[in-house]
């Protein structure tokens, strides 16, 4: 049955809002929690540990030391990253700094990117290498 006009969708609609189907709910017999945990109550006695659990426990190898960098690396991550934050604050505060320290802490940021990659390896350390390691 379609309504004829618009105003008898909308009536439809609005006389129908409040009916909801009546569903009647199984309800299954719910266990209380503190029943769950009532062996573990006492604070005196604790589970006996498993033996096999720490036989079967995976303990990683201690990783190796960090990589020591040469001081000219490390000048040159400094004039990568150090010099346009020193330019960016100047300029942020309103500082005048002289066209020479300008200059310089430019020619650090070129200079160390020009070295960091030129210090990059030419090509893969093993070809047949994805990265993963067991």
Not at 31 to 46: F, K, N, T
């Amino acid at each position: 049955m379609q309504p004829d006009s618009d105003d008898d969708a909308w009536r439809a609609i609005v006389e129908n809002y409040g009916d909801r189907p009546e569903i009647e709910r199984e309800t299954a017999p719910v266990e209380e929690p503190a029943a769950a945990w009532s062996s573990y109550d006492d604070e005196d006695e604790e589970p006996a540990p498993d033996a096999r659990q720490d036989e079967d426990r995976f303990v990683p190898p201690p990783p190796p030391p960090l990589p020591r960098t040469t001081p000219d690396r490390v000048a040159a991550w400094l004039g990568v990253f150090a010099s346009p934050a020193v330019l960016l604050v100047a300029m942020v505060f309103g500082l005048h700094l002289p066209g020479f320290i300008s200059f310089l802490l430019v020619g650090a940021f070129v200079g160390g990117f020009l070295y960091l990659v030129a210090q990059m390896p030419r090509g893969p350390r093993d070809p047949w290498d994805d990265g993963s390691r067991l």
